[in-house]
């Protein structure tokens, strides 16, 4: 899985961060009114290229954190009745739940931090019927600015961890397979 992972999550994090430089690239929108028909249609694109970037990054994104918590799920059930089936120590099978747990608050974190910074932007927009001000003194654009900002570098961050924690599992699963041959040979079952 960590071979699939890292390409993936790389692509991911390369498209939340093309996304993240295109907003930077959106000049401020006080002003769009008195804009010229052309400045117009050019602040258009941009804002189009930035909106199709950033959806097609947090749909990629989300798949990646929904192929690991996916990949924990189908791992810990095979644990489990591995552990069961050939009465290994119980602790293989917590220490497999320690990791799976571990990472499932922060990849749920992750997801919520791209749809909150994803739904201000949409707020924020020109062309939307719904318009965000700002907070404490913060405009709407500054306020998704930071989201956007933070969900990067949150969503970098867990990648960071879910890579860790499949290696860790990687070195249970082998654990595991070595007692499971173990307990064949013991059992004089092939291998």
Do not use: C
């Not at 295109?22 to 052309?38: A, C, F, K, Q, S």
């Amino acid at each position: 899985m960590k071979r699939i992972f890292l390409p993936l999550a790389i692509i991911g994090m390369l498209l939340l961060s093309a996304a993240f430089l295109l907003g930077l690239m959106i000049p401020p929108l006080e002003n769009i009114l008195d804009l010229e028909r052309t400045a117009k249609q050019e602040l258009s694109g941009k804002i189009d290229h930035h909106f199709w970037i950033a959806v097609g990054g947090m749909l990629f994104a989300t798949l990646v954190h929904g192929l690991v918590m996916t990949y924990f799920i189908g791992t810990g059930r095979w644990i489990e009745e591995t552990v069961t089936t050939y009465d290994l120590s119980p602790d293989l099978y917590v220490s497999s739940r320690k990791i799976k747990y571990r990472i499932i608050p922060l990849i749920l974190g992750a997801f919520l931090l791209l749809v909150v910074a994803g739904s201000f932007g949409a707020s924020v927009d020109p062309a939307a019927g719904v318009r965000y001000d700002g907070f404490a003194g913060l405009s709407g654009v500054t306020v998704h600015l930071l989201l956007a900002g933070a969900a990067v570098t949150f969503n970098a961050w867990v990648n960071f961890v879910e890579y860790v924690a499949l290696d860790q599992n990687a070195t249970l699963i082998e654990t595991i397979m070595g007692e499971v041959r173990r307990v064949r040979e013991e059992r004089g079952l092939p291998v």
